[in-house]
């Protein structure tokens, strides 16, 4: 069993800085393909960024056009880490962002094809 355990959420200002963090634990996940998704307040949940498991070409990297140049994701396959850099926030990051974890190497947009999920942590940017 897969358990995922995010951390670095809080409360910030707008242009502010927050880097979210992924700890899995009960197997080794350099071949899983990772994800964050958020939830806002009276919206459906949205892919954020995704990055693939480990090939010979590396761990490529996606992100959704409203994160584009702001989110960095990363992973740390020694430490079973993913972490989510996220510069220039504004309020509409405001969002439960979950960390998710998936049976497959490459990333996916939907959460359905995602096997394993964290608890959320909450971010909030005010203006």
């Known amino acids: 069993q897969v358990e995922l355990f995010e951390s670095g959420g809080g409360s910030v200002r707008t242009g502010d800085s927050l880097r979210l963090s992924c700890a899995a634990s009960g197997r080794a996940f350099i071949t899983s393909g990772m994800a964050w998704f958020r939830q806002a307040p009276g919206k459906e949940r949205e892919f954020v960024a995704g990055?693939?498991?480990?090939?010979?070409?590396?761990?490529?990297?996606d992100y959704a056009d409203s994160v584009k140049g702001r989110f960095t994701i990363s992973r740390d396959n020694a430490k079973n880490t993913v972490s989510l850099q996220m510069n220039s926030l504004k309020p509409e990051d405001t969002a439960v962002y979950y960390c998710?974890?998936?049976?497959?190497?490459?990333?996916?947009?939907?959460?359905?094809?995602?096997?394993?999920w964290g608890q959320g942590t909450q971010v909030t940017v005010s203006s």
């Open positions: 990055i693939a498991g480990i090939s010979w070409r590396g761990s490529n990297t």
């Open positions: 998710s974890l998936r049976n497959s190497r490459e990333v996916a947009f939907t959460g359905s094809q995602y096997d394993y």
